[in-house]
Each structure stands twice: as structure tokens, then as C-alpha cells.
């Protein structure tokens, strides 16, 4: 018994270090097969193309993935991310499982809701990406729950986004710190604030902003919308929007399209607060003089609307292999510290500066952030977005009120 009790404790140990060995040896092997399948492959990206930072970062990443692993990048320029999802239905229910026109999606929130609920993703698949374990799932929450609904595994954080205020501190010396601030600022400046019109994100971030600021229970938001109570949980956003819309731009009675076309209304003096959701955008302007040197950025004292922006693969991408190995790229130390550099974008890291060599974290030290960029250590709490089913009935009882196509 003695013999067998000593034969056990040698040959345990010795078979703990094989499995845990012999795992490692099929997960690289595993991605060398991925990368092998990968080459002369065309991943056909679904991104927004509405700014011109974002495009280039893109076009930058392309090349980059061309030359290092013989991979084709084509970017199709989205307006809405409802349009790939769209086109993935179409081809579910068409009978197409192969072959798909989409290889890889830039999404979030309520796109991915649908697209996981109507089983639309291939996956899961990020733990077979090398440097998805790098990311903080940690310290940054939204790595790993979108919009409430749990990622599983089916999409790849890339990027963090946060709800910020750009303002000209030759007009504005002490910004508003809360959105009833903000409604008194806006009622003794008229029409020197706008935001964007819904069913914009950053329009729809900010009627989210206003909404956590003003109701009692914000639990309620981490949950699927009840339709029976909708209209008196929103009640304190409406009676809000009531109250300010005639202090906007334009009476309230038009609003900026999106995002960018807030900033030749800055820039030619017509407003003097704007909103972001990239904290070094202003910076980033400023160099390309696109808005005045004297633009300044603010936070909200509780907090603002901040998520994490993911890459998914569609169930019947025809490239999958291509996607994940550039999924994988994007999720780099060299890639993420280029896109949190406002000189070509500007966008939070995914990543855990501590899982980095010393010479990786350089490049996150070395960035220089602009004038008119808080560091992330002041950018204060990151409040969480609501459940994805509040996006879609936000912007309806929005349209439905202030729609100026009424």
C-alpha cells in the first residue's frame, strides 16, 4: 500500500504536467492551422465609415495584415449597423449557411442582441485568439457583458467608448456638471447646445445619459423593457427634453445628423457644447484644425454612458479563419496603442497594460493625449449601458414625440 500510495503521488503530478502541457500544444497548433487556412483568404469588414479617423485606422490595418499574413482586407463603409445585420438575416432565411457576403462586423449593443438571440454568430471563438488574453476582463466590466447581454464568447472587445462634452472655454468658463446643469446652462445660453438626432448612437447615448441622471431605480435599465411601464419610467426624460429642446440649436426643432456634423457648428461659433463619445476627439480636431485651439473637454460629476465596441464573425462568413486572424491583430499591443493615439484615433484600449512587456506598455506611456483630452484616470465613473432592448424604445418615444418629419 505504501508502494502504490508513493506510485501515485509521483505519477499525478507527471500527468497534471502533460494535460496542462499537451493543452497548450492544441491551442498553438490550433492557430497555426488557423493562420495556414487564413492566407490568400478576403475578409469582407462591415465597419461605419462616417469619420475619416476611424477609415484610415482601418485602411492601416489592412495593409498591415496583407503584408504579415497574406490576407486581403476589404472595409465596406456602414452607415448603420442594422444594415449587416440585416443582410445576415436575409441570407439565413434564404437558406445561405456558406458563403456569406459578411466576414467579420464592427457592433454592439442591440445589433449583437438580435444577431446572438437569432443564433446569427459563428462562435465561440475569442479564446482561440493568442491576444485575447491580454484583455482587462477584469477592471473593464463591458469586455464581457454588452448592453447587459453576456458576450459568451462570440464577439472580440477592440475598443472603449465613453460619453464626453467638448466646449469652448473662450465662451464657457465653468461647465455644467450634472444634465440639470446642463438645462440650466442651456436656458441662460440659447441655442448654444445641440446633440445629435436619434436613432444616432451618440443622440441615443445622450437620452440614456439623461434618463440615468433623473430616474430613482436605475435597476429597472438592466432590464428588458417592460412596455406596460415604459412611459412612466421615461416620464423624467420627456418632461426633460420638453423643457430644453426649445433652449437647442435651432429651437430644438433640427438637430445634427450625427456626431461629426457637430463640429463646423464649433468650430464656426454657432454652439459652444458638443458631444463625443471618443474622450480624445477633441484633441484629435484640433490638430487637423478642425476646431478651435480653445476646446476643451468636460465629464459629467456621476458619471457618463461608456461600452466597449466588439468584432464579430456571422454564422456563414466564408473567411472565418481570415476574420479571426485579424481580429486577433486588432487586439494587439502594437495595433491598440496606434488606436488610443488621437494622431490616428484616439480610442481606449481593451487591453491590461500589466499583462504587457515593459517595451509594449511604452507605447501606451509615450502617447501624447492633446491639450483638450482627459487622461483615463480622470475620466470618472463609467456608468453602464442599459439593457440593448432600451436603445430601440428610446428612439421610438423619441421620433414619435420630436420627429421633425412629423
Do not use: C
Amino acid at each position: 500500500m505504501k508502494i502504490k500510495k508513493n506510485l501515485y503521488q509521483f505519477i499525478i503530478p507527471f500527468l497534471l504536467i502533460f494535460f496542462i502541457t499537451g493543452q497548450k500544444e492544441t491551442h498553438s497548433q490550433s492557430w497555426d492551422q488557423t493562420l495556414n487556412t487564413s492566407k490568400g483568404q478576403t475578409v469582407y469588414w462591415n465597419a461605419w465609415g462616417g469619420d475619416e479617423r476611424t477609415n484610415s485606422y482601418i485602411k492601416w490595418a489592412g495593409e498591415q495584415v496583407k503584408n504579415r499574413f497574406g490576407i486581403r482586407v476589404k472595409h465596406v463603409k456602414l452607415t448603420d449597423t442594422a444594415q449587416a445585420v440585416s443582410r445576415v438575416i436575409a441570407e439565413k432565411a434564404a437558406g445561405k449557411h456558406t458563403d456569406g457576403s459578411i466576414d467579420l462586423v464592427w457592433i454592439n449593443g442591440e445589433n449583437f442582441a438580435t444577431m446572438k438571440r437569432n443564433k446569427l454568430l459563428y462562435g465561440p471563438w475569442t479564446s482561440k485568439a493568442p491576444n485575447y488574453q491580454l484583455v482587462d476582463t477584469i477592471n473593464k466590466k463591458t469586455t464581457t457583458i454588452d448592453f447587459s447581454v453576456p458576450v459568451e464568447g462570440l464577439e472580440a472587445p477592440w475598443g472603449m467608448a465613453q460619453l464626453v462634452f467638448m466646449y469652448d472655454s473662450k465662451s464657457v468658463s465653468d461647465p455644467p456638471e450634472t444634465v440639470k446643469k446642463l438645462l440650466e446652462w442651456s436656458t441662460m445660453n440659447k441655442g448654444r447646445f445641440t446633440y445629435p438626432q436619434p436613432p444616432n448612437f451618440l443622440g441615443t447615448t445622450f437620452l440614456k445619459q439623461v434618463l440615468i441622471e433623473l430616474i430613482d431605480d436605475t435597476s429597472l435599465l438592466q432590464k428588458k423593457v417592460n412596455p406596460e411601464t415604459f412611459t412612466k419610467v421615461t416620464t423624467p426624460l420627456w418632461n426633460y427634453l420638453d423643457i430644453i429642446h426649445p433652449n437647442l440649436w435651432r429651437s430644438g426643432k433640427i438637430f445634427p445628423q450625427n456626431g461629426p456634423a457637430q463640429h463646423p457648428l464649433m468650430d464656426d461659433g454657432e454652439i459652444d457644447i458638443a458631444l463625443s463619445f471618443e474622450p480624445s476627439e477633441a484633441s484629435s480636431l484640433i490638430a487637423k484644425k478642425t476646431l478651435p485651439n480653445t476646446v476643451r473637454t468636460f465629464i459629467l460629476k456621476g458619471g457618463t454612458v461608456g461600452n466597449t465596441s466588439f468584432l464579430a464573425i456571422p454564422f456563414n462568413s466564408k473567411s472565418r479563419e481570415g476574420a479571426m486572424v485579424l481580429a486577433n491583430f486588432l487586439l494587439s499591443p502594437e495595433a491598440q496603442a496606434r488606436k488610443q493615439n488621437p494622431e490616428y484615433w484616439g480610442n481606449a484600449t481593451v487591453l491590461d497594460l500589466n499583462k504587457l512587456s515593459p517595451h509594449e506598455v511604452r507605447w501606451f506611456e509615450n502617447i501624447d493625449y492633446g491639450v483638450a483630452t482627459l487622461r483615463p484616470e480622470t475620466l470618472g465613473n463609467t456608468l453602464l449601458e442599459p439593457h440593448a432592448s432600451w436603445v430601440s424604445a428610446l428612439e421610438k418615444g423619441w421620433l414619435q414625440r420630436y420627429s421633425t418629419g412629423k
